[in-house]
Protein backbone atom coordinates (compact mmCIF):
# COMPACT_ATOMS: atom_id res chain seq x y z
CA UNK A 1 0.00 0.00 0.00
CA UNK A 2 1.10 3.13 -0.32
CA UNK A 3 2.64 5.23 2.19
CA UNK A 4 1.66 8.70 2.62
CA UNK A 5 2.10 11.75 4.03
CA UNK A 6 -0.46 11.06 6.86
CA UNK A 7 1.28 7.64 7.73
CA UNK A 8 4.89 9.53 8.00
CA UNK A 9 2.99 11.51 11.06
CA UNK A 10 1.20 8.69 12.23
CA UNK A 11 4.53 6.67 12.46
CA UNK A 12 6.68 9.09 13.91
CA UNK A 13 3.66 10.06 16.66
CA UNK A 14 3.43 6.09 17.73
CA UNK A 15 7.50 6.66 18.09
CA UNK A 16 7.42 9.43 20.00
CA UNK A 17 4.78 7.28 22.67
CA UNK A 18 1.75 8.82 21.70
CA UNK A 19 -1.08 6.29 22.17
CA UNK A 20 -4.21 8.73 21.77
CA UNK A 21 -4.77 11.03 19.29
CA UNK A 22 -7.48 14.24 20.39
CA UNK A 23 -9.50 14.66 17.52
CA UNK A 24 -12.66 17.09 16.13
CA UNK A 25 -12.62 16.05 12.89
CA UNK A 26 -13.84 18.72 9.38
CA UNK A 27 -13.26 18.09 5.73
CA UNK A 28 -9.91 19.42 5.99
CA UNK A 29 -8.86 17.01 8.03
CA UNK A 30 -11.00 14.02 7.41
CA UNK A 31 -7.82 12.07 5.05
CA UNK A 32 -5.62 12.97 7.81
CA UNK A 33 -7.98 11.41 10.58
CA UNK A 34 -8.21 8.25 8.49
CA UNK A 35 -4.68 7.94 8.03
CA UNK A 36 -3.54 8.83 12.08
CA UNK A 37 -6.94 5.80 12.77
CA UNK A 38 -5.38 3.02 10.23
CA UNK A 39 -2.01 3.47 12.70
CA UNK A 40 -1.92 0.49 15.10
CA UNK A 41 -0.81 1.94 17.74
CA UNK A 42 -2.92 4.77 17.67
CA UNK A 43 -6.46 5.36 19.08
CA UNK A 44 -8.68 8.52 17.83
CA UNK A 45 -10.33 10.06 20.69
CA UNK A 46 -13.03 12.71 19.36
CA UNK A 47 -13.83 15.72 21.76
CA UNK A 48 -16.91 18.05 22.01
CA UNK A 49 -14.88 21.16 20.76
CA UNK A 50 -11.57 22.15 19.69
CA UNK A 51 -11.16 23.87 23.01
CA UNK A 52 -11.20 20.82 25.20
CA UNK A 53 -9.39 18.60 22.31
CA UNK A 54 -6.31 20.91 22.95
CA UNK A 55 -7.03 21.18 26.84
CA UNK A 56 -7.45 17.38 26.69
CA UNK A 57 -4.03 16.83 24.43
CA UNK A 58 -2.18 19.28 27.64
CA UNK A 59 -3.84 17.15 30.18
CA UNK A 60 -2.53 13.67 28.20
CA UNK A 61 1.07 15.32 27.85
CA UNK A 62 0.95 16.12 31.68
CA UNK A 63 0.58 12.07 32.03
CA UNK A 64 3.02 11.13 29.45
CA UNK A 65 5.63 13.95 28.36
CA UNK A 66 4.21 14.68 24.98
CA UNK A 67 0.03 15.07 23.33
CA UNK A 68 -1.13 15.95 20.44
CA UNK A 69 -4.56 17.62 18.92
CA UNK A 70 -6.09 17.12 15.65
CA UNK A 71 -8.85 19.99 14.35
CA UNK A 72 -9.90 21.55 11.08
CA UNK A 73 -8.77 24.88 9.90
CA UNK A 74 -9.69 28.40 11.37
CA UNK A 75 -13.15 27.51 13.01
CA UNK A 76 -10.81 24.19 14.52
CA UNK A 77 -7.53 25.88 15.30
CA UNK A 78 -8.65 28.91 16.58
CA UNK A 79 -10.07 27.54 19.64
CA UNK A 80 -7.48 25.50 20.07
CA UNK A 81 -5.05 27.97 20.11
CA UNK A 82 -6.03 28.70 23.69
CA UNK A 83 -5.09 24.99 24.91
CA UNK A 84 -2.00 25.52 23.13
CA UNK A 85 -1.08 28.27 24.88
CA UNK A 86 -1.76 26.33 28.05
CA UNK A 87 1.06 24.31 26.96
CA UNK A 88 3.74 26.72 26.29
CA UNK A 89 2.81 28.49 29.41
CA UNK A 90 3.02 25.07 31.02
CA UNK A 91 6.10 23.91 29.33
CA UNK A 92 4.22 21.20 27.86
CA UNK A 93 5.22 19.43 24.25
CA UNK A 94 1.78 19.35 22.33
CA UNK A 95 1.30 18.86 18.99
CA UNK A 96 -1.58 21.04 17.20
CA UNK A 97 -1.97 19.56 13.65
CA UNK A 98 -5.04 21.66 11.11
CA UNK A 99 -6.15 20.41 8.39
CA UNK A 100 -5.77 23.10 5.60
CA UNK A 101 -7.19 24.30 2.30
CA UNK A 102 -6.31 22.54 -0.83
CA UNK A 103 -3.12 23.52 -2.08
CA UNK A 104 -4.97 24.32 -5.40
CA UNK A 105 -7.06 26.65 -3.85
CA UNK A 106 -4.13 28.44 -2.62
CA UNK A 107 -4.23 32.30 -3.66
CA UNK A 108 -6.58 31.05 -6.16
CA UNK A 109 -9.95 31.08 -4.89
CA UNK A 110 -11.97 31.89 -1.64
CA UNK A 111 -12.92 29.19 0.69
CA UNK A 112 -15.05 27.94 3.47
CA UNK A 113 -13.52 28.46 7.07
CA UNK A 114 -11.40 30.79 6.26
CA UNK A 115 -11.44 34.75 6.72
CA UNK A 116 -12.74 35.24 2.62
CA UNK A 117 -9.83 36.72 1.91
CA UNK A 118 -7.06 35.36 -0.63
CA UNK A 119 -4.77 35.06 2.29
CA UNK A 120 -3.76 31.45 3.51
CA UNK A 121 -0.93 32.25 5.92
CA UNK A 122 -2.41 33.63 8.51
CA UNK A 123 -3.37 30.72 10.64
CA UNK A 124 0.57 29.99 10.30
CA UNK A 125 1.56 33.29 11.00
CA UNK A 126 -0.49 33.53 14.43
CA UNK A 127 0.52 29.90 15.63
CA UNK A 128 4.03 31.11 15.22
CA UNK A 129 3.55 33.54 18.57
CA UNK A 130 2.19 30.87 20.51
CA UNK A 131 4.57 27.84 19.69
CA UNK A 132 8.67 27.28 19.22
CA UNK A 133 7.95 25.87 15.75
CA UNK A 134 5.14 26.19 13.28
CA UNK A 135 5.76 24.48 10.27
CA UNK A 136 2.85 24.44 6.53
CA UNK A 137 3.63 21.71 4.59
CA UNK A 138 2.77 23.24 1.17
CA UNK A 139 4.12 20.02 -1.20
CA UNK A 140 4.35 16.43 0.27
CA UNK A 141 8.24 15.63 -0.20
CA UNK A 142 9.13 18.19 2.16
CA UNK A 143 6.80 16.31 4.70
CA UNK A 144 9.52 14.52 6.71
CA UNK A 145 11.77 16.96 7.42
CA UNK A 146 9.42 19.41 8.52
CA UNK A 147 7.19 16.98 10.53
CA UNK A 148 10.74 15.77 12.26
CA UNK A 149 11.89 19.52 12.67
CA UNK A 150 8.67 20.27 14.62
CA UNK A 151 8.64 17.11 16.44
CA UNK A 152 12.30 17.54 17.53
CA UNK A 153 11.69 20.79 18.53
CA UNK A 154 8.76 20.46 20.87
CA UNK A 155 10.56 17.40 22.38
CA UNK A 156 13.88 19.32 22.78
CA UNK A 157 12.22 22.67 24.60
CA UNK A 158 9.21 21.33 26.19
CA UNK A 159 6.79 24.04 24.19
CA UNK A 160 4.06 22.96 21.72
CA UNK A 161 4.77 23.38 17.95
CA UNK A 162 2.20 23.06 14.83
CA UNK A 163 2.07 21.62 11.89
CA UNK A 164 -0.53 22.42 9.04
CA UNK A 165 -1.06 20.07 6.54
CA UNK A 166 -3.45 20.39 3.41
CA UNK A 167 -6.44 18.24 3.01
CA UNK A 168 -5.31 17.03 -0.03
CA UNK A 169 -1.62 16.33 0.81
CA UNK A 170 -2.64 13.59 3.57
CA UNK A 171 -2.97 11.24 1.33
CA UNK A 172 -0.10 12.15 -1.34
CA UNK A 173 2.63 9.01 -1.63
CA UNK A 174 6.16 10.40 1.11
CA UNK A 175 9.39 8.80 2.10
CA UNK A 176 9.48 6.18 5.31
CA UNK A 177 10.96 8.10 8.18
CA UNK A 178 14.33 6.64 9.51
CA UNK A 179 15.47 6.06 13.40
CA UNK A 180 13.40 8.30 15.67
CA UNK A 181 16.74 8.28 17.76
CA UNK A 182 17.52 11.28 15.26
CA UNK A 183 14.18 13.42 16.36
CA UNK A 184 14.24 12.32 20.16
CA UNK A 185 17.90 12.23 21.01
CA UNK A 186 18.27 15.41 23.88
CA UNK A 187 20.81 17.88 23.63
CA UNK A 188 24.00 16.68 25.92
CA UNK A 189 24.34 19.89 28.11
CA UNK A 190 27.67 21.69 27.09
CA UNK A 191 30.92 20.14 29.57
CA UNK A 192 33.16 23.54 29.78
CA UNK A 193 29.66 25.20 30.90
CA UNK A 194 28.43 22.56 33.18
CA UNK A 195 32.55 21.84 34.81
CA UNK A 196 32.53 25.86 35.45
CA UNK A 197 28.43 25.94 36.51
CA UNK A 198 29.14 22.90 38.98
CA UNK A 199 32.30 24.56 40.33
CA UNK A 200 31.03 28.27 40.29
CA UNK A 201 27.48 27.11 42.35
CA UNK A 202 29.58 25.09 44.99
CA UNK A 203 31.73 27.62 45.76
CA UNK A 204 29.08 30.12 45.90
CA UNK A 205 26.73 28.01 48.55
CA UNK A 206 29.96 27.23 50.36
CA UNK A 207 30.72 30.59 51.33
CA UNK A 208 26.46 30.64 52.48
CA UNK A 209 25.17 29.75 55.77
CA UNK A 210 21.41 28.82 55.37
CA UNK A 211 20.51 27.15 52.33
CA UNK A 212 17.10 26.56 51.28
CA UNK A 213 15.81 24.87 47.87
CA UNK A 214 12.59 26.14 46.43
CA UNK A 215 11.26 23.88 43.71
CA UNK A 216 9.64 25.04 40.87
CA UNK A 217 6.92 23.23 38.07
CA UNK A 218 9.95 23.66 35.65
CA UNK A 219 11.66 20.42 37.32
CA UNK A 220 8.60 17.65 36.33
CA UNK A 221 8.72 19.05 32.98
CA UNK A 222 12.28 18.19 32.16
CA UNK A 223 11.91 14.56 34.31
CA UNK A 224 14.59 16.01 37.08
CA UNK A 225 12.42 14.90 39.95
CA UNK A 226 15.36 12.41 40.59
CA UNK A 227 18.09 14.40 40.11
CA UNK A 228 16.52 17.04 42.41
CA UNK A 229 16.52 14.19 45.25
CA UNK A 230 20.45 13.67 45.09
CA UNK A 231 21.09 17.47 45.31
CA UNK A 232 18.35 17.88 48.48
CA UNK A 233 20.12 14.56 50.09
CA UNK A 234 23.44 15.95 49.58
CA UNK A 235 22.87 19.24 51.34
CA UNK A 236 20.49 18.33 53.77
CA UNK A 237 18.60 21.56 53.82
CA UNK A 238 14.97 22.63 54.14
CA UNK A 239 13.18 22.08 50.81
CA UNK A 240 10.11 23.83 49.87
CA UNK A 241 7.42 23.89 47.07
CA UNK A 242 6.40 26.79 44.88
CA UNK A 243 2.36 25.78 44.27
CA UNK A 244 2.93 25.29 40.98
CA UNK A 245 5.33 22.72 41.70
CA UNK A 246 3.17 20.44 44.33
CA UNK A 247 3.26 17.10 43.54
CA UNK A 248 7.19 17.09 42.51
CA UNK A 249 8.59 16.44 45.60
CA UNK A 250 7.49 13.90 48.39
CA UNK A 251 5.57 15.32 50.89
CA UNK A 252 5.97 12.46 53.19
CA UNK A 253 10.17 13.54 52.87
CA UNK A 254 11.91 14.17 56.20
CA UNK A 255 13.45 17.61 54.12
CA UNK A 256 9.92 18.67 53.13
CA UNK A 257 9.44 22.11 54.54
CA UNK A 258 6.01 23.09 52.63
CA UNK A 259 4.97 24.97 50.12
CA UNK A 260 6.04 28.22 49.91
CA UNK A 261 3.48 30.87 48.57
CA UNK A 262 4.19 34.47 50.66
CA UNK A 263 1.79 35.29 53.18
CA UNK A 264 -0.70 31.93 51.79
CA UNK A 265 2.54 29.58 52.24
CA UNK A 266 1.72 26.20 53.88
CA UNK A 267 3.84 24.56 56.94
CA UNK A 268 5.05 27.80 57.95
CA UNK A 269 7.38 27.34 54.33
CA UNK A 270 7.72 31.63 54.07
CA UNK A 271 9.12 31.45 57.80
CA UNK A 272 12.59 29.29 56.85
CA UNK A 273 12.33 31.77 53.66
CA UNK A 274 12.79 34.09 55.61
CA UNK A 275 15.44 32.78 57.54
CA UNK A 276 17.88 31.20 54.58
CA UNK A 277 20.61 33.02 53.66
CA UNK A 278 20.56 31.40 49.91
CA UNK A 279 17.47 30.52 48.21
CA UNK A 280 18.20 27.80 45.91
CA UNK A 281 15.99 28.11 43.00
CA UNK A 282 15.06 25.03 41.30
CA UNK A 283 12.65 25.24 37.97
CA UNK A 284 11.01 28.16 39.58
CA UNK A 285 8.72 30.94 37.50
CA UNK A 286 7.75 33.82 39.83
CA UNK A 287 4.84 35.58 38.36
CA UNK A 288 2.54 38.29 40.23
CA UNK A 289 0.31 35.02 41.15
CA UNK A 290 3.23 32.89 42.61
CA UNK A 291 4.50 35.91 44.74
CA UNK A 292 0.87 37.10 45.68
CA UNK A 293 1.24 39.88 44.25
CA UNK A 294 4.83 40.71 44.36
CA UNK A 295 4.89 40.62 48.18
CA UNK A 296 6.96 37.50 48.65
CA UNK A 297 9.95 37.72 45.75
CA UNK A 298 13.02 36.03 47.33
CA UNK A 299 15.26 38.76 48.74
CA UNK A 300 18.16 36.91 49.57
CA UNK A 301 20.65 35.99 46.71
CA UNK A 302 19.63 32.79 44.68
CA UNK A 303 21.43 30.25 42.80
CA UNK A 304 18.75 29.78 39.24
CA UNK A 305 18.82 26.45 37.99
CA UNK A 306 16.41 26.48 34.84
CA UNK A 307 15.99 23.74 32.21
CA UNK A 308 18.98 24.73 30.29
CA UNK A 309 20.66 27.13 32.09
CA UNK A 310 22.37 27.88 35.32
CA UNK A 311 22.71 31.47 37.02
CA UNK A 312 24.97 32.22 40.24
CA UNK A 313 24.47 35.99 42.17
CA UNK A 314 27.95 36.02 43.39
CA UNK A 315 30.28 36.38 41.06
CA UNK A 316 27.10 37.63 38.93
CA UNK A 317 27.80 34.97 36.53
CA UNK A 318 25.18 32.88 33.72
CA UNK A 319 25.50 29.56 31.97
CA UNK A 320 24.22 28.45 29.21
CA UNK A 321 23.70 24.91 27.64
CA UNK A 322 23.51 23.32 30.88
CA UNK A 323 21.17 20.38 30.75
CA UNK A 324 19.38 20.85 34.85
CA UNK A 325 19.27 16.89 35.25
CA UNK A 326 23.15 17.19 34.76
CA UNK A 327 23.80 20.04 36.77
CA UNK A 328 21.68 18.77 40.05
CA UNK A 329 23.18 15.48 39.95
CA UNK A 330 26.88 17.16 38.91
CA UNK A 331 26.31 19.50 41.65
CA UNK A 332 25.00 16.69 44.39
CA UNK A 333 28.20 15.47 44.04
CA UNK A 334 30.16 18.71 44.62
CA UNK A 335 27.97 20.07 47.49
CA UNK A 336 28.98 19.58 51.05
CA UNK A 337 26.51 18.99 53.89
CA UNK A 338 24.78 21.82 55.38
CA UNK A 339 21.24 21.28 57.11
CA UNK A 340 20.90 23.96 59.51
CA UNK A 341 17.86 25.15 57.66
CA UNK A 342 16.40 21.62 58.54
CA UNK A 343 17.00 21.36 62.07
CA UNK A 344 15.43 25.08 62.29
CA UNK A 345 12.23 24.44 60.36
CA UNK A 346 11.94 21.55 63.28
CA UNK A 347 11.95 23.63 65.91
CA UNK A 348 9.46 25.90 63.94
CA UNK A 349 6.96 23.26 61.69
CA UNK A 350 3.39 23.57 63.22
CA UNK A 351 2.03 20.81 64.60
CA UNK A 352 -0.25 19.18 62.06
CA UNK A 353 -4.28 20.65 62.37
CA UNK A 354 -6.44 18.26 61.27
CA UNK A 355 -9.52 19.53 60.77
CA UNK A 356 -12.79 19.18 62.63
CA UNK A 357 -15.17 16.88 61.50
CA UNK A 358 -18.40 18.63 61.14
CA UNK A 359 -21.47 17.29 62.30
CA UNK A 360 -23.80 15.20 60.10
CA UNK A 361 -26.28 17.54 59.65
CA UNK A 362 -24.58 20.66 59.54
CA UNK A 363 -24.82 22.73 56.31
CA UNK A 364 -21.70 21.76 54.44
CA UNK A 365 -18.43 24.14 54.20
CA UNK A 366 -15.15 24.53 52.55
CA UNK A 367 -13.33 23.40 55.32
CA UNK A 368 -15.45 19.75 55.00
CA UNK A 369 -15.14 19.48 51.93
CA UNK A 370 -11.45 19.74 52.06
CA UNK A 371 -11.29 17.46 55.23
CA UNK A 372 -13.30 14.74 53.22
CA UNK A 373 -10.88 15.38 50.44
CA UNK A 374 -7.57 14.65 52.29
CA UNK A 375 -9.11 11.90 53.25
CA UNK A 376 -9.59 9.86 49.71
CA UNK A 377 -6.06 10.50 49.03
CA UNK A 378 -4.13 7.12 48.00
CA UNK A 379 -0.87 6.77 46.80
CA UNK A 380 -2.43 5.72 43.29
CA UNK A 381 -4.58 9.19 43.58
CA UNK A 382 -4.32 11.95 40.92
CA UNK A 383 -5.66 15.43 42.45
CA UNK A 384 -6.31 18.17 39.67
CA UNK A 385 -7.27 21.50 41.18
CA UNK A 386 -8.89 24.31 39.10
CA UNK A 387 -8.24 27.88 39.15
CA UNK A 388 -10.35 29.53 41.78
CA UNK A 389 -10.56 28.86 45.48
CA UNK A 390 -9.83 25.42 44.35
CA UNK A 391 -6.04 26.28 44.03
CA UNK A 392 -6.15 27.01 47.86
CA UNK A 393 -7.83 24.21 48.97
CA UNK A 394 -5.51 21.67 46.97
CA UNK A 395 -2.53 23.35 47.68
CA UNK A 396 -3.24 22.77 51.55
CA UNK A 397 -4.14 18.75 50.29
CA UNK A 398 -0.87 16.73 52.19
CA UNK A 399 -0.24 13.81 49.57
CA UNK A 400 0.86 10.63 50.58
CA UNK A 401 3.71 9.30 48.64
CA UNK A 402 2.64 8.37 45.08
CA UNK A 403 -0.10 10.41 44.89
CA UNK A 404 0.41 13.27 42.29
CA UNK A 405 -0.97 16.63 41.58
CA UNK A 406 -1.65 18.79 38.78
CA UNK A 407 -2.19 22.77 38.38
CA UNK A 408 -2.33 25.19 35.58
CA UNK A 409 -1.20 27.98 37.73
CA UNK A 410 0.71 29.72 35.03
CA UNK A 411 -2.08 30.48 32.47
CA UNK A 412 -4.85 29.93 34.78
CA UNK A 413 -7.82 28.89 32.44
CA UNK A 414 -11.19 27.91 34.32
CA UNK A 415 -12.68 24.92 33.68
CA UNK A 416 -8.99 23.32 32.29
CA UNK A 417 -9.52 20.82 34.79
CA UNK A 418 -12.27 18.58 32.94
CA UNK A 419 -10.70 18.24 29.31
CA UNK A 420 -7.07 18.03 30.85
CA UNK A 421 -8.20 15.51 33.55
CA UNK A 422 -9.91 13.75 30.69
CA UNK A 423 -7.24 13.42 28.87
CA UNK A 424 -4.79 12.16 31.43
CA UNK A 425 -7.13 9.65 32.88
CA UNK A 426 -6.67 7.98 28.79
CA UNK A 427 -2.71 7.85 29.42
CA UNK A 428 -3.31 7.15 32.86
CA UNK A 429 -6.65 4.50 33.58
CA UNK A 430 -5.03 2.71 36.75
CA UNK A 431 -4.85 5.98 38.83
CA UNK A 432 -7.84 7.60 40.15
CA UNK A 433 -8.27 10.99 39.16
CA UNK A 434 -10.15 13.66 41.18
CA UNK A 435 -10.95 17.30 40.48
CA UNK A 436 -11.64 20.20 42.43
CA UNK A 437 -13.43 22.50 40.72
CA UNK A 438 -15.70 25.23 40.52
CA UNK A 439 -19.20 26.50 39.57
CA UNK A 440 -17.78 28.93 36.73
CA UNK A 441 -14.96 27.09 35.43
CA UNK A 442 -17.78 23.83 35.24
CA UNK A 443 -19.74 26.13 33.17
CA UNK A 444 -16.84 26.73 30.28
CA UNK A 445 -15.63 23.15 29.74
CA UNK A 446 -18.70 20.78 30.83
CA UNK A 447 -19.21 19.24 27.76
CA UNK A 448 -16.18 17.34 27.98
CA UNK A 449 -17.83 14.94 30.86
CA UNK A 450 -19.63 13.38 28.11
CA UNK A 451 -16.53 11.91 26.71
CA UNK A 452 -15.95 10.72 30.20
CA UNK A 453 -18.90 9.13 30.01
CA UNK A 454 -17.70 7.82 26.36
CA UNK A 455 -14.69 6.38 27.46
CA UNK A 456 -16.12 5.04 30.59
CA UNK A 457 -13.73 6.85 32.37
CA UNK A 458 -14.33 6.83 36.31
CA UNK A 459 -13.20 10.30 36.87
CA UNK A 460 -14.56 12.01 40.42
CA UNK A 461 -15.51 15.87 39.92
CA UNK A 462 -16.17 17.69 43.01
CA UNK A 463 -17.97 21.01 42.08
CA UNK A 464 -17.71 23.71 44.84
CA UNK A 465 -21.67 25.41 43.82
CA UNK A 466 -20.53 28.69 45.69
CA UNK A 467 -22.58 30.62 43.37
CA UNK A 468 -19.87 32.38 41.55
CA UNK A 469 -17.25 33.80 40.61
CA UNK A 470 -15.25 33.97 43.88
CA UNK A 471 -11.97 34.65 43.74
CA UNK A 472 -12.77 37.43 41.56
CA UNK A 473 -15.55 38.48 43.86
CA UNK A 474 -12.72 38.71 46.46
CA UNK A 475 -10.13 40.50 43.69
CA UNK A 476 -12.56 43.19 43.04
CA UNK A 477 -16.01 42.37 43.25
CA UNK A 478 -19.30 43.75 40.42
CA UNK A 479 -22.21 42.29 39.22
CA UNK A 480 -20.40 40.74 36.47
CA UNK A 481 -19.26 37.90 38.91
CA UNK A 482 -22.37 36.50 39.10
CA UNK A 483 -23.40 33.35 36.90
CA UNK A 484 -26.58 31.41 36.09
CA UNK A 485 -26.71 28.20 38.62
CA UNK A 486 -27.38 25.29 36.67
CA UNK A 487 -28.25 21.99 37.74
CA UNK A 488 -25.05 20.14 37.52
CA UNK A 489 -25.83 16.78 38.75
CA UNK A 490 -29.10 16.71 36.89
CA UNK A 491 -26.69 17.98 33.48
CA UNK A 492 -24.53 15.24 33.60
CA UNK A 493 -26.68 12.50 33.62
CA UNK A 494 -27.71 14.15 30.38
CA UNK A 495 -24.93 12.89 28.88
CA UNK A 496 -25.95 8.97 29.48
CA UNK A 497 -27.01 7.95 26.43
CA UNK A 498 -29.30 4.22 26.06
CA UNK A 499 -27.40 3.08 22.63
CA UNK A 500 -23.69 2.84 24.43
CA UNK A 501 -20.95 4.52 26.84
CA UNK A 502 -20.54 4.80 30.22
CA UNK A 503 -22.75 6.32 32.95
CA UNK A 504 -22.42 9.60 34.32
CA UNK A 505 -23.57 9.81 38.34
CA UNK A 506 -24.73 13.22 39.14
CA UNK A 507 -24.87 14.33 43.18
CA UNK A 508 -25.89 16.49 45.39
CA UNK A 509 -24.30 17.76 49.09
CA UNK A 510 -25.87 20.31 51.21
CA UNK A 511 -24.55 18.94 54.49
CA UNK A 512 -21.01 16.55 55.80
CA UNK A 513 -23.22 13.35 55.95
CA UNK A 514 -24.10 13.86 52.46
CA UNK A 515 -20.82 14.77 51.24
CA UNK A 516 -19.67 11.46 53.16
CA UNK A 517 -22.32 9.21 51.22
CA UNK A 518 -21.55 10.45 47.66
CA UNK A 519 -18.10 10.36 48.29
CA UNK A 520 -18.89 6.40 48.80
CA UNK A 521 -21.04 5.81 45.96
CA UNK A 522 -18.29 7.78 43.96
CA UNK A 523 -15.79 5.40 44.87
CA UNK A 524 -17.62 2.78 44.17
CA UNK A 525 -18.95 3.75 40.56
CA UNK A 526 -16.77 2.46 37.77
CA UNK A 527 -18.33 2.99 34.94
CA UNK A 528 -17.96 6.37 34.27
CA UNK A 529 -17.93 10.08 35.73
CA UNK A 530 -19.48 10.83 38.84
CA UNK A 531 -20.37 14.32 39.70
CA UNK A 532 -20.79 15.46 43.21
CA UNK A 533 -21.87 19.19 43.51
CA UNK A 534 -20.65 20.45 47.08
CA UNK A 535 -22.89 23.34 47.67
CA UNK A 536 -21.79 25.97 50.07
CA UNK A 537 -22.48 29.82 51.29
CA UNK A 538 -21.15 31.86 49.10
CA UNK A 539 -18.79 33.92 50.94
CA UNK A 540 -17.54 30.86 51.97
CA UNK A 541 -14.22 30.70 50.77
CA UNK A 542 -10.18 29.93 51.85
CA UNK A 543 -8.57 32.57 54.38
CA UNK A 544 -5.59 32.48 51.64
CA UNK A 545 -8.23 33.45 49.42
CA UNK A 546 -8.52 37.08 51.29
CA UNK A 547 -5.05 37.64 51.50
CA UNK A 548 -3.77 36.59 48.09
CA UNK A 549 -6.65 38.68 46.61
CA UNK A 550 -6.00 41.90 48.42
CA UNK A 551 -2.76 41.52 47.08
CA UNK A 552 -3.54 40.84 43.72
CA UNK A 553 -6.04 43.00 43.34
CA UNK A 554 -3.90 45.70 44.79
CA UNK A 555 -0.76 44.46 42.43
CA UNK A 556 -3.04 45.14 39.57
CA UNK A 557 -4.59 48.13 40.58
CA UNK A 558 -1.14 50.37 40.65
CA UNK A 559 -0.77 53.77 38.86
CA UNK A 560 1.33 53.49 35.89
CA UNK A 561 5.09 54.15 36.38
CA UNK A 562 5.37 58.53 35.34
CA UNK A 563 8.12 57.46 33.07
CA UNK A 564 6.07 54.94 30.84
C1 LIG B 1 -13.72 34.17 36.12
C2 LIG B 1 -12.45 33.76 36.78
N1 LIG B 1 -11.21 34.09 36.19
C3 LIG B 1 -11.10 34.80 34.92
C4 LIG B 1 -11.05 33.85 33.75
C5 LIG B 1 -11.91 34.01 32.68
N2 LIG B 1 -11.87 33.16 31.62
C6 LIG B 1 -11.02 32.10 31.63
C7 LIG B 1 -11.00 31.18 30.45
N3 LIG B 1 -10.16 31.89 32.66
C8 LIG B 1 -10.15 32.75 33.73
N4 LIG B 1 -9.26 32.50 34.76
C9 LIG B 1 -12.42 33.04 37.97
S1 LIG B 1 -10.96 32.61 38.72
C10 LIG B 1 -13.69 32.63 38.71
O1 LIG B 1 -13.64 33.17 40.03
C11 LIG B 1 -13.82 31.13 38.79
O2 LIG B 1 -15.07 30.88 39.44
P1 LIG B 1 -15.36 29.41 39.99
O3 LIG B 1 -14.94 28.38 39.02
O4 LIG B 1 -16.76 29.38 40.44
O5 LIG B 1 -14.36 29.28 41.23
P2 LIG B 1 -14.37 30.19 42.55
O6 LIG B 1 -15.81 30.45 42.91
O7 LIG B 1 -13.66 29.36 43.58
O8 LIG B 1 -13.63 31.45 42.20
MG1 LIG C 1 -17.59 29.64 42.27
Not at 247 to 252: T, W
Not at 370 to 380: F, I, V
Not at 483 to 507: C, H, K, M, P, T
Amino acid sequence: ALFTVGDYLAERLAQIGIRHHFIVPGDYNLILLDKLEAHPSLTEVGCTNELNCSLAAEGYARACGVGVCVVTYSVGAFSAFNGIGSAYAENLPVILVSGAPNTNDVDQHLLHHTLGEHDFIYQLEMAKRITCCAIAIRRAAHAPELIDRAIRTALLKRKPVYIEVPTNLSGEACAQPGPISAVVKPFPSDAPALDAAVTGASEFLRAKQKPVILVGPKVRRVGAEKALLQLVEAIGCAVVLQPAAKGSFPEDHTQFAGIFWGQVSTLAADTIVNWADVLICIGTVFTDYSTVGWTSLPSVPQLVADIDSVALANPNMYFSHVQLQDFLIRLAEAVSWNSCTMTEYNRLRPDPALGQASSGQERLTRKEVARQTQLLLTPETTVFTETGDSWFNGIQLCLPPGAEFEIEMQWGHIGWTIPASFGYALAKPERRTILMTGDGAFQMTAQEVSQMVRCRLPIIILLINNRGYTIEIEIHDGLYNRIQNWNYALLVEAFNSEDGGGRALGLKAHTAEEISEALKRAIAHKDGPTLIECSIHQDDCSRELITWGHFVAAANSRVPAKDK
